[in-house]
């Protein structure tokens, strides 16, 4: 699976499935909101300390949000 199109698609849902916000992730991850919103529309993509951020936060693997495991621990 291609990580540009797996990883917004994923960390929407897993997002949305761990009833947190668009602003409470940018918050958890002490960045801009904008930024945050970046990462699920594909226009920009998470540098590895953010992604480490992101999969901690959201209790996932990072090859689950890039689609290389349908695992998501």
């Given at each position: 699976m291609?990580?540009?199109?797996?990883f917004?698609?994923?960390?929407?849902?897993?997002?949305?499935?761990?009833?947190?916000?668009?602003?409470?992730?940018?918050i958890?991850?002490?960045?801009?909101?904008?930024?945050?919103?970046m990462?699920?529309t594909?226009?920009?993509?998470?540098?590895?300390?953010n992604?480490?951020k992101?999969?901690?936060?959201?209790?996932?693997s990072i090859?689950?949000?890039?689609?290389?495991?349908?695992k998501?621990?």
């Open positions: 291609n990580y540009k199109m797996a917004p698609k994923r960390l929407t849902e897993v997002r949305k499935e761990a009833g947190k916000t668009q602003d409470e992730m940018a958890a991850m002490d960045i801009a909101r904008p930024s945050y919103t990462y699920e594909g226009a920009s993509f998470p540098k590895f300390e992604l480490m992101i999969a901690d936060i959201l209790n996932v090859d689950y949000l890039v689609g290389l495991s349908n998501k621990n």
